[in-house]
């Protein structure tokens, strides 16, 4: 079992914890910010990894912001590939995927409302 975990960063004890879905792993974490927006975003990026594959061929990108000092899921994406990587470009959230098929790289327009 796989968790996203915020820790304090005076003791480094778990402050709030996400638990991901049976058989998903972590595999990029960014922290960014976007002009007009003061909030601090957390994208993490994962893969589901099951025995009969040989790559992943699915995936999320995962949106969290930090309330009252708890991890809040805002958004969520599926992807048909793991998401090895993430890059926040102007306002634009880049992802690095890779399913077996050759690697691509998806952008991803965040748009809160």
């Known amino acids: 079992m796989h968790f996203i975990r915020l820790l304090d960063d ?3 004890e778990f402050i709030s914890t996400y638990p ?3 058989f998903e ?3 990029s974490i960014l922290s ?3 002009s007009d927006d003061s909030n601090v975003y957390y994208y993490v990026g994962t893969s589901y990894v099951l025995s009969e594959e040989n790559e992943p ?3 999320r990108i995962l949106v969290f912001i930090v309330e009252d000092g708890k991890l809040q899921l805002i958004a969520e994406k599926e992807t048909k590939r ?3 990587s993430l890059n926040g470009w102007w306002e634009w959230l880049t992802g690095g995927m890779d399913g077996g098929n050759g690697s691509l790289i998806g952008i991803f327009i965040l748009e809160l409302v």
Request: glycine share 12%; proline share 0%; with cysteine.
């Open 25 to 27: 792993y972590g595999c």
């Open 10 to 12: 005076q003791t480094f």
């Open 82 to 84: 793991a998401v090895y």
């Open 20 to 22: 991901l879905d049976t």
């Open 32 to 34: 960014c910010s976007f």
């Open 57 to 59: 061929t699915k995936g």
